[in-house]
T-cell receptor, first 116, second 114 residues
Framework: GAVVSQHPSWVICKSGTSVKIECRSL??????MFWYRQFPKQSLMLMAT?????????EQGVEKDKFLINHASLTLSTLTVTSAHPEDSSFYIC????????????FGPGTRLTVL | AQSVTQLDSHVSVSEGTPVLLRCNYS??????LFWYVQHPNKGLQLLLK????ATLVKGINGFEAEFKKSETSFHLTKPSAHMSDAAEYFC????????????WGAGTKLIIKP
């Protein structure tokens, strides 16, 4: 099956610093990738839709200047949390959309961000 | 507009007994429906999916779900629970009208009693 990786799997940073999370589709090309956020014991919340070669589309309430998304190639999307604060601590999950017969999203393993 | 309702936030069953996790959806078009499982501190794993083929869908680890259009339901079942099934389960819907964005249920925590 299609495989999506995320790096790093966990990160701890100081308040005020920026953190970059990478999402890669390893064996397929994805023109569309999605970024989700999951708070403890809650469901996934879609943050933004990332399209290769164009600007990301952010969901209502998600600050685009806070969460910078770059989809520079068909296999890589990055999420940068700028000037992170403790309230940004969360589990961030990406998915890559495989168009075709299945039209299915494949998920990365997630990145646990802790901001001190 | 699409929506997904998982009717139970927690389900507790004894090991070896059947599992039923309930899910109702609303969708304007022919939907695709998914069940995902998330074990503690682990990534999401697709259990099964319905995409307009057979209404009874068999998934991994002995799970299956039946698409019932008349009831707008997609309940997840397993004949005999195992301790390793303890996890959070998410019912998800998407359709082409929403560019295949996923709409997530709130999740059901499955607890297995020894």
């Amino acid at each position: 099956g299609a495989v999506v990786s995320q790096h790093p799997s966990w990160v701890i940073c100081k308040s005020g610093t920026s953190v970059k999370i990478e999402c890669r589709s390893l064996d397929f090309q994805a023109t569309t990738m999605f970024w989700y956020r999951q708070f403890p014991k809650q469901s996934l919340m879609l943050m933004a839709t990332s399209n290769e070669g164009s600007k990301a589309t952010y969901e209502q309430g998600v600050e685009k200047d806070k969460f910078l998304i770059n989809h520079a190639s068909l296999t890589l999307s990055t999420l940068t949390v700028t000037s992170a604060h403790p309230e940004d601590s969360s589990f961030y999950i990406c998915s890559a959309f495989l168009a075709g017969v299945s039209n299915e999203q494949f998920f990365g393993p997630g990145t646990r961000l802790t901001v001190l | 507009a699409q929506s997904v309702t998982q009717l139970d936030s927690h389900v507790s069953v004894s090991e070896g007994t059947p599992v039923l996790l309930r899910c109702n959806y609303s969708s304007s078009y022919s939907p695709s429906l998914f069940w995902y499982v998330q074990h503690p501190n682990k990534g999401l794993q697709l259990l099964l999916k319905y995409t307009s083929a057979a209404t009874l869908v068999k998934g991994i680890n002995g799970f299956e779900a039946e698409f019932k259009k008349s009831e707008t339901s997609f309940h997840l079942t397993k004949p005999s629970a195992h301790m390793s099934d303890a996890a959070e389960y998410f019912c998800v819907v998407s359709d082409r009208n929403s560019n295949y964005q996923l709409i997530w249920g709130a999740g059901t925590k499955l607890i297995i009693k020894p």
